[in-house]
């Protein structure tokens, strides 16, 4: 539910807009462009708390386990999402996405942590990718739905809607996760079951090289992704001069290309080590193929001057993106022991989700500015081959680091 509640911050949000900051004009596109780096501030709100959180998310859960975490942790943000309807001003509506950020910053650190619990590292992969399709789902059918009922209802429903809906899909984790248990993780299951997993410093982390590479390979991989996240209704309406129950259509199809490259990534990626890849060249195919597409596509999507020739090169873009996803998301679970599974995906991510923050407030000030999408575009594919080459030629491998465990604090 992560994904259809997040992405429909950017339909409901310019809807939003329109009649607050917009109130000199009555047209949604004549209203976003003139706000928009106002509008970029306002999309990365969810960014300031989840990036400032995140760092503590992985040792909470690696503390408590990703039963409760995430269960809290969903409550908070679908209780946000139905909240952002009362929001009177920017600055309030600002302030409900923080909160959003602050429930969804455990989301990553919970799932690598029951996926590193439950699945045999070479099976890791196409499990990554089966939880991030999830999101996929909701990113693509959220951008219809809200469009849908932002056009037939207004824009509150929208967030009425998901909000809930995010509240029952948190009552079914809390029902049907297998293991209820509050407390340290447990080590894998196909290792000793039952026992705790050995106590390993979290700052022991920070001096391998490889984590560096999968900080940096983030930073250039979420740039590309989080353009998509909130910029691509604006994109749709700007520069394409869609309406917006055009954009709410159209800007499905690259979550809908996005959900066939996460599964077909992980999947792969599993199947190419089955095939005798070493899981260390296996990732940086994935992870390289994919990330160097991106930047292809993107580059070719801004000098295209046929709308269904953007709209194509930007579905492939997002495709080609998401072939990366279960690899480079699995990355932590081959790197760190059990213990601190999610507290290095925290550290992956915090780092890397600053671009995501800027990529929102970057945009807005480039299109402010030109008055056009092409630069913007050209950075985000740019950020992306960055990715790609940290993850490709900083990473030494992707297997379990050489750290000893500590004596575990009383």
Known sequence: MDGGGSVLVSPGVH?????????GGSDLDEAVRHHASGLGYVLSGWNWTYVGFLPFAGPIVDRLGPWIVLGVGSTLWGLATLALPLAAGVLSLFLL???FGFGHCVRFPSQASAVARWFHPNQRATA???CFSGGQVGLATG??????????????????????????????????????KIGRQAVPVDEEKGSEAPWVRWASLFTHRSVWGIVFGQVGYLYAYFFFITWLPSYLILERGMTVLQTGIVASLPFWMGLVGTLTGGWVGDDLIRRGFSRTASRKTMIGVGLTLVTITMVAAAFATQTWLAVTL?????GSMRLITASANSAPLDLAPPSVVASLTSIQNTIGTVSSMLVAIITGYIVGTTGSFVLALLV????????????????????PLPIEPAEQPA
């Open 380 to 399: 985000a594919g740019a950020m992306a081959l960055g990715g790609a080459l940290s993850y490709v030629f900083l990473v030494k491998s992707f297997e």
């Open 314 to 318: 930007l579905t492939l873009c997002m």
């Open 143 to 180: 951008t219809m739905i809200a469009a849908l009922v932002l056009d037939r209802l207004g824009w509150q429903w929208v967030f009425y809607f998901m909000g809930s809906a995010s509240l029952v899909f948190t009552l079914i984790w809390f029902v049907f996760y297998p293991e209820k």
């Open 128 to 130: 990554v990718g089966l």
């Open 97 to 99: 996405r923080a909160l």
């Open 15 to 23: 809807r939003y807009h329109t009649g607050f900051a917009g109130r």
